[in-house]
């Protein structure tokens, strides 16, 4: 009896050798319940549905910009009517008190807000900072206090291959959750179109109505969130990226401040990646770091002592290989500090501590609005300074004056947002203030020169 017995037992150890790796029917109600069950319990209270109500102008008929039509029917006929449109996304609440994150592109041009959370009670909210380059929007809820709420990770030390979940409300059929891995880092340009974005990327399926939402860890704790997908069907390829929570944490810090402009550190540099070839003229085995191809003259990195043609390899040991991720390192650091900046320059590396300050408004704005006896009223535009280059987007070698708005009459004559003004009618335009003289009376023909993205663009029209 003992030998039989003991010749079952070995029998049994073999096979639990020989199907260790093996899939196996769950024997236990411990195993049946396996599952992402508790995290999903804990962590889907705190991820709310939004939906925006967002008023935008119709565009305009070009028949009733004519003046003959204007002149017959009054300047107001055919007018562009306003629209409606609905929006309909994710959020995540980040405080008891009613602090949410969503993406700008859900609610950042909203008009009206109202947030549901999944134990079905509403709120009106209204954004208290938000940032359109970032896609990163701060709520508030109205009478919000004691909600359920998620805890930011630390998402630089997620590692790629780590299990991750996206919840949201994807398509509007409900709070949804679905799962996978962290697939990449460090995603810079794919997700957006251009290169000022830096993203988590994940295989957990991102669809429409899933921006927004969260991306969490095993624990609970938010990851990112969940911005947009890489897709040439509009479904989830398996392709998603999430705003680090880094980034977030550093919003919800200025928006509980009480910003309602979100202020990041000015480099007042421009720069490229580390291509292979660049690598190989200065000499290096791996391609890394970013490239310094301009500076600004009040740039803190010139205050420093860096050049043009300097590699930035770290920014506080994290090592930086695109403008977008050493933009995203000093966000995260925030103003008012300072970073260290390791560079190379010929086969020196050295360490250097950069101020992390705001974009200086020096030389004054003096932003202006042209009045009614202009030809071009309501037009807005200001002198150009680090900070306005900044907001804007120019060039760092830019001067003069700038379209902040082009308002009704402009925009019909082709001015944009950003537009730089040259002259007008053959007259420099170096202040706000020439820009209202030179359309105040200026004949029957007006000619501008303006630059345009780096390039001269010519404007005609006849009054």
Do not use: C
């Not at 050798?17 to 995290?39: D, M, N, R």
């Not at 003229?281 to 003259?297: F, K, N």
């Not at 042209?370 to 907001?391: F, Q």
């Amino acid at each position: 009896m003992i030998m039989r017995k003991l010749l079952y037992s070995l029998l049994l150890a073999t096979f639990a050798v020989s199907a260790y790796a093996e899939t196996k029917v769950p024997a236990s109600q411990a195993e049946i319940s396996l599952g992402f069950a508790p995290v999903v319990k804990q962590a889907a209270p705190a991820v709310v549905n939004i939906y925006a109500k967002i008023v935008r102008q119709g565009r305009a008929n070009t028949l009733f910009s004519d003046p003959f039509f204007q002149d017959f029917f009054g300047r107001g006929f055919g007018a562009p009517q306003p629209r409606v449109q609905n929006s309909l996304g994710s959020g995540v609440i980040l405080s008891g008190d009613g602090y949410v994150v969503s993406n700008y592109h859900v609610v950042g041009m909203a008009t009206e807000i109202r947030v549901v959370t999944t134990d079905r009670r509403e709120f009106s909210a209204k954004v208290v900072l938000g940032n359109e380059e970032s896609d990163i929007a701060i709520l508030r809820l109205e009478e919000a206090e004691g909600l359920p709420y998620l805890n930011l990770r630390d998402s630089d030390q997620v590692e790629v291959g780590e299990l991750a979940l996206a919840i949201g409300n994807p398509f509007g059929v409900g709070q949804t959750v679905s799962s996978g891995i962290i697939s990449g880092l460090a995603r810079t340009g794919t997700a957006t179109g251009n290169a000022r974005g830096y993203f988590i990327q994940t295989d957990a399926a991102i669809n429409p109505g899933n921006s927004g939402g969260a991306l969490i860890d095993v624990n609970g704790d938010l990851i990112g969130i969940n911005t947009s997908i890489l897709t040439r069907s509009g479904g989830s390829n398996g392709i998603g990226f999430a705003i680090p929570a880094n980034l977030v944490a550093e919003f919800l810090r200025q928006a509980q401040a009480g910003n309602d402009r979100f202020v990041s550190p000015w480099a007042g540099m421009a720069g490229q990646h580390m291509s292979a070839d660049i690598a190989e003229s200065l000499g290096l085995v791996i391609p890394q770091g970013v490239v310094i191809s301009d500076l600004h003259e009040l740039s803190p990195l010139a205050e420093a002592g860096l050049q043009v043609g300097d590699v930035v390899m770290h920014v506080d040991g994290d090592e930086v290989n695109s403008p977008a991720e050493m933009k995203f390192r000093m966000s995260v650091a925030g103003v008012g500090g300072t970073s260290v900046l390791t560079r190379l320059r010929g086969e020196q590396v050295a360490d250097v501590e950069v101020a992390l300050i705001k974009a200086p408004e020096t030389p004054a704005a003096d932003e202006a609005t042209l009045s009614e006896r202009t030809v071009l009223p309501d037009l807005k535009v200001s002198r150009i300074n680090p900070a306005v280059i900044s907001r804007l987007g120019l060039l760092l070698s830019q001067t003069g004056v700038v379209v902040v708005d082009p308002g009704p009459y402009g925009a019909r004559v082709g001015l944009r947002v950003g537009d730089v003004l040259d002259d007008i009618n053959g007259d420099k335009m170096q202040h706000p203030g020439d820009v209202g003289a030179a359309l105040t009376d200026p004949g029957r023909r007006v000619q501008m020169t303006i630059q345009r993205g780096g390039r001269a663009v010519s404007l005609r029209f006849r009054l």
